[in-house]
């Protein structure tokens, strides 16, 4: 059975960290992008992270470029370390898998992870 399934959000100050992990089964990382993705509510969900099929190619949005990591291992869990956290990255965030190799963003997502909250506040 496909899955996506999300874990590590919480509360946390601003600038802490937190790590989000998204444990995939059903089918093979090298195959398929993976991207991380994050909504507040009344806005649209916007694209965040995402890592290659490969794991050599990796990009993100300027809003946390230098401030978060994406990453994978070996099996099946795609990471983002998330650090030097603002308010204003509060949100759901979700994992989602590219129906593509390369990342190909929001278009491209053909399964969702269920999605884990991260709230920043002091």
């Known amino acids: 059975q496909l899955q996506l399934v999300e874990s590590g959000g919480g509360l946390v100050q601003p600038g802490g960290s937190l790590r989000l992990s998204c444990a995939v089964s059903?089918?093979?990382?090298?195959?398929?992008?993976i991207g991380w993705f994050r909504q507040v509510p009344g806005k649209e969900r916007e694209g965040v992270s995402c890592?290659?099929?490969?794991?050599?190619?990796t990009y993100y949005t300027s809003s946390v470029e230098g401030r978060f990591t994406i990453s994978r291992d070996n099996q099946n869990t795609v990471y983002l370390q998330m650090n030097s956290l603002k308010p204003e990255d509060t949100a759901v965030y979700y994992c989602a898998r590219d129906r593509n190799a390369y990342c190909s963003g929001i278009r491209g997502v053909d399964y969702w992870g269920n999605g884990a909250l991260v709230t920043v506040s002091s």
């Open positions: 059903g089918f093979t990382l090298d195959y398929y992008a």
């Open positions: 890592i290659s099929g490969s794991g050599r190619t």
